[in-house]
């Protein structure tokens, strides 16, 4: 399994080194924390804490998920995760610590937006089938005109799939007219063998 162009390996160690560097950093603003005095610098310094931290225990959510390993979320809150913004200070603070850095927080975000863009691709292939499996869903499905719309423009779009079902639509008209060609020979059948009582 690779995430984009990068290996699954080199995505690990791009992903643990990125969480590694921003524990680092919280710890190391964290002290500067206590040395500001106004407000001020102490406010935009929190911000930048918080925000650090709510993107290390999102990649740190997908390294579990990646080595397949539930306990790296031990003592993590990830039901209930904390929405922070970006602050406006961050690209410049990133800025600072050099350009290997920069570099590598671009190459990990991308590795994590790889990731989470097949994680929803599975989910929702895996949804698909279980729905199409049902056939309470498919009966439910019939009724609503945008999933009907979307199923359609689907295999409108895609050749092969379009061609197999105009196979199957040809297939089911043929026997269509075969059923209604033995149903007609059966009347005609019936009609010269049905004698009233009168005429015997």
């Known amino acids: ?79 209930n995760p904390d929405e922070v913004d970006r ?30 863009a097949l994680v929803l691709d599975c989910w929702y292939r895996d949804i698909g089938e279980q729905a199409l499996k049902s056939k309470k869903m498919v009966k439910h499905m019939l009724k609503d005109p945008y999933i009907l719309s979307v199923i359609g423009e689907t295999i409108f779009d895609d050749d092969e799939l379009f061609s197999k079902l105009s196979g199957l639509v040809d297939d089911s008209k043929k026997k269509s007219k075969k059923k209604a060609k033995k ?5 005609r059948r019936s009609r010269t063998c049905f004698h009233p009582c009168g005429n015997r």
């Open 1 to 79: 399994m690779t995430d984009g162009e990068y290996s699954l390996q080199d995505s690990i160690d791009t992903i643990s080194a990125v969480i590694e560097r921003k524990k680092k950093e919280i710890s190391d603003l964290e002290g500067k924390l206590k040395r500001y005095r106004k407000q001020e610098k102490k406010d935009a310094v929190s911000e930048l804490i918080r925000y650090i931290n709510a993107d290390m225990i999102s990649y740190i959510t997908v390294l579990a998920d990646m080595k397949e390993d539930d306990s790296i979320l031990e003592g993590l809150d990830i039901d």
């Open 87 to 116: 602050p406006d200070c961050y690209d410049r603070y990133l800025e600072s610590q050099g350009s290997d850095v920069v570099d590598q927080e671009m190459k990990a975000d991308e590795i994590r937006a790889d990731h989470c």
């Open 183 to 187: 149903g007609k020979k059966r009347s």
